[in-house]
T-cell receptor, first 114, second 109 residues
Framework: KAGVTQTPRYLIKTRGQQVTLSCSPI?????VSWYQQTPGQGLQFLFE???????NKGNFPGRFSGRQFSNSRSEMNVSTLELGDSALYLC?????????????FGPGTRLTVT | SQQGEEDPQALSIQEGENATMNCSYK?????LQWYRQNSGRGLVHLIL?????REKHSGRLRVTLDTSKKSSSLLITASRAADTASYFC?????????FGGGTRLMVKP
């Protein structure tokens, strides 16, 4: 099976802009979770989608949003970018909901906000 | 805030030696997972231990879980240079995975 893919791999944006990141899960996986990784805050859970529904959300402002399509592909959007949004954004897929099982991670999208 | 905290934050050993990393967490969990991350890349799942299990093995990896102390340890035996990476514990509680700060392991050839 092909692994989790994320596009783009690298992105440079300017403060105030918005960005959309994409994640394609492993075939057959219906759960997609998003994480933000920074040197200061570590790995933080953003949200989980299962069967096109957001199941859980981490402690992030409303500027961070996401969605999942019927083919389980997911996108996350960050509006009004701030310098502090510079991070590695990771998505992970799993067969079941609730992050109860093994998570398969993509390579990440490195976002730099200038 | 982070549910799990790893100890030590960094560890440097010689090839062939064993490496032990510890993880402490704060609340009741469904399971605890360990992941490895090579420099700035995606995480790779290593092992999952359920809350009713005390010990689990996978190849050169041994994980223990003590729910009374809210702690877990990961032992890598006979380490190799290729084991150089960051290791994270992640606890599942309330259908969310919460990661610790990680242990940076360096294995010198």
């Amino acid at each position: 099976k092909a692994g989790v893919t994320q596009t783009p791999r690298y992105l440079i944006k300017t403060r105030g802009q918005q960005v959309t990141l994409s994640c394609s899960p492993i075939s057959g996986h219906r759960s997609v979770s998003w994480y933000q990784q920074t040197p200061g805050q570590g790995l933080q859970f953003l949200f989980e989608y299962f069967s096109e529904t957001q199941r859980n959300k981490g402690n992030f402002p409303g500027r961070f949003s996401g969605r999942q399509f019927s083919n389980s592909r997911s996108e996350m959007n960050v509006s009004t970018l701030e310098l502090g949004d510079s991070a590695l954004y990771l998505c992970a897929s799993s067969a079941g909901a609730g992050n109860l099982g093994e998570q398969y991670f993509g390579p990440g999208t490195r976002l730099t906000v200038t | 805030s982070q549910q799990g905290e790893e100890d030590p934050q960094a560890l440097s050993i010689q090839e062939g030696e064993n490496a032990t990393m510890n993880c402490s967490y704060k609340t009741s969990i469904n399971n605890l997972q360990w992941y490895r991350q090579n420099s700035g890349r995606g995480l790779v799942h290593l092992i999952l231990i359920r809350s009713n299990e005390r010990e689990k093995h996978s190849g050169r990896l041994r994980v223990t879980l003590d729910t009374s102390k809210k702690s877990s340890s990961l032992l890598i035996t006979a380490s190799r240079a290729a084991d150089t990476a960051s290791y994270f514990c992640a606890t599942n509680a309330g259908n969310m995975l919460t990661f610790g700060g990680g242990t940076r392991l360096m294995v010198k050839p």
